[in-house]
């Protein structure tokens, strides 16, 4: 009797020691509609955050400092957006009024990854990271008489320069460089550099295959034509490939290149795509894509392209002067079905190609994922709210865990994952930038966290907050 005594007191005093030591959430998000497009969760959950973790998903209350309250809304991971070309803080605050938790720069890259990270650690509101710039250190190589000269911006590069094999070889070591610094894969625009030879971006594939990072590509002008021999490129070498903005690189023939990119996926190749859910593109008014025969290759006229500057429609003298100068346009040259039929393909995720920052800069800078939620999923019905998610998060991340394998715990909601979290309202959400009146937040994001930390709270940023860490490669 004594001894049953004994243990009894003793199970007692574990259980004591239990409640006393239990440590508080840090947040609970309490009554949402939890959504893991990873499993296909769609539940309502208490979701309990300690530090920078989700530690428990509960259909019971939870003890938290912080008890948010997001009855009737959902709670999704974090948006991932694998194309951005604005990454600095007043981009920031755009993304995260559309959701955004992570924002790569993976079409043009960096040329120094070092210095990429550096200027971002402890002042960035979301996750970032870049791929290796090919398109510059591929100049970086050449003779000095070649290299090009920045002043009017990435988007610009000398598109008639061949390099013989020996800057070819130099440039794969200046990619190298980067890989093992962190780069997550190799951006190669090749539709800015079409002069390049065939055997020099056949080695680029390569490298990649050699290195085990993708390869994020602009393709040639040509759409079908042009995805065939991207596709060739990988399928020969055994690369992983991933095509910007299938939309606008396909204009009319996007289900055919989707069927491509679709049987290449069946045959074991690993090959992805991405798509924005705009009827217009933007780009530098002096870059490769304006080259002689580029109405021809767009299907469009002078009238089609809009200054972001003035937001004035452009004719023949005004193109003229501007692409002497330099400068941002939106191209408005794609149909609306399209679009809807790219979203729709169980093929793509969803990016933005976001631009760097200018009043009235193309709106999928501030608005890409709110739309798709208000245009394709709540009016148009294109994709189911699950759908949608799963192309926004754990598509995205699925696309970088082979190099990134912090990936491996975003872009999903699950215990031990990463607080990359965002809370809308399906019933209000909406992008608010337009083409005529410039870039503005979306309305019905209701928080934002990264990395356990709001960014957007009740709807309002939150000031002086940086929990943005560094995506990087490495195995």
Not at 7 to 27: G, M, Q, V, Y
């Amino acid at each position: 009797m004594r001894t049953l005594t004994i243990f009894f007191s003793f199970i007692s005093l574990l259980l004591l020691l239990s409640c006393r030591t239990e440590k508080a959430h840090d947040i609970v998000f309490a009554g949402g509609t939890v959504y893991n497009p990873e499993t296909g969760l769609a539940d309502v959950l208490n979701v309990g955050i300690i530090d920078d973790k989700i530690v428990q998903l509960s259909r019971k209350s939870l003890k938290g400092k912080r008890i948010i309250d997001i009855r009737g809304l959902a709670l999704s991971p974090g948006f991932i957006d694998l194309h951005v070309h604005g990454t600095t803080l007043l981009e920031n605050q755009y993304q995260v009024h559309d959701g955004v938790t992570t924002a790569l720069d993976l079409e043009f890259g960096t040329t120094s990854i070092d210095n990429f990270i550096r200027q971002r650690t402890d002042s960035s509101l979301v996750n970032f990271g870049a791929s290796a710039a090919y398109g510059i250190l591929r100049m970086m190589a050449a003779d000095g008489s070649l290299k090009p000269s920045l002043e009017k911006g990435a988007l610009v590069l000398p598109a008639d320069i061949r390099l013989g094999n020996e800057s070819v070889e130099k440039a794969k070591n200046l990619v190298r460089e980067q890989v093992a610094r962190g780069a997550l894969g190799i951006g190669v625009p090749i539709g800015y550099f079409p002069s390049a030879a065939r055997s020099e971006t056949y080695e680029v594939y390569k490298l990649a295959k050699e290195l085990g990072v993708p390869v994020f590509s602009h393709i040639r002008m040509g759409r079908a034509l042009a995805v065939q021999q991207v596709l060739a490129d990988a399928m020969t070498t055994g690369a992983s490939l991933h095509i910007v903005h299938i939309n606008s690189s396909s204009g009319d023939e996007v289900d055919l290149t989707l069927e491509m990119i679709g049987n290449a996926r069946k045959q074991g190749f690993d090959i992805t795509t991405e798509v924005y859910p705009y009827t217009a593109g933007s780009t530098d008014i002096a870059s490769a894509i304006f080259q002689p025969g580029w109405q021809e290759n767009l299907g469009v006229t002078y009238n089609d392209l809009q200054w972001v500057e003035t937001g004035e429609r452009l004719m023949e003298e005004s193109f003229n002067r501007y692409r002497q100068t330099g400068g941002i346009v939106i191209v408005h040259q794609m149909q609306p079905d399209w679009i809807r039929r790219a979203i729709q393909s169980p093929l793509t995720m969803i990016a933005s190609d976001g631009m760097k920052y200018s009043r009235l800069a193309h709106p999928r800078t501030a608005g890409t994922f709110s739309r798709i939620l208000a245009k394709y999923v709540r009016e148009g019905q294109v994709l189911s709210l699950s759908e949608a998610l799963a192309k926004m998060t754990i598509m995205p991340a699925r696309r970088l865990e082979a190099i990134a394998p912090d990936m491996k715990k975003r872009g999903r909601i699950c215990v031990g994952c990463y607080a990359d979290i965002t809370v809308f309202d399906p019933a209000t959400i909406t992008d608010r930038a337009t083409f005529d009146e410039g870039l503005k937040f979306s309305e019905g994001i209701h928080y934002v966290m990264v990395n356990g930390m709001l960014v957007i709270d009740e709807g309002k940023l939150v000031p002086h907050v940086f929990p943005g860490r560094v995506i990087q490669g490495g195995r």
